[in-house]
Nanobody
């Protein structure tokens, strides 16, 4: 499956952004989707994940209450809605798809669990 992220940009602290991840080339509902980010000079880190049919989600503590993950399988799209953005949210954001369905959604936090990756979209938060 091929993944393409979009929606990144330069925003001010407190603003919102909606990142989209559009999938093609596979049955999208057969994959869990994860969002990760990588800031300059730092390792890639987990942000959020969503189950195949959207019934289960899990977000990393630092973004909990600000970021929401969702998906629309009919449109082959996953969305990361980011509210109240902070400077520390600045990073390249990646979506990823996983064929794993044997472990709880809340444990899908390691990048090694994901099989397919998008190219990333840049998010910059600055005043």
């Amino acid at each position: 499956v091929r993944l393409v992220e979009s929606g990144g940009g330069l925003v001010q602290p407190g603003d919102s952004l909606k990142l989209s991840c559009e999938a093609s080339g596979g049955a999208f509902s057969g994959y869990r989707v994860g969002w990760f980010r990588q800031a300059p000079g730092k390792e890639r880190e987990f942000v959020a994940t969503i189950s195949r049919h959207g019934t289960g989600t899990y977000v990393e503590d630092s973004v909990k209450g600000r970021f929401t993950v969702s998906r629309d399988n009919a449109k082959n799209t996953a969305v990361l809605l980011m509210n109240n953005l902070r400077a520390e949210d600045t990073a390249v954001y990646y979506c990823a798809a996983s064929e794993r369905n044997d472990i709880p959604t809340a444990t899908m936090t390691a990048s090694s669990l994901y099989d397919y990756w998008g190219q990333g979209t840049q998010v910059a938060v600055s005043s």
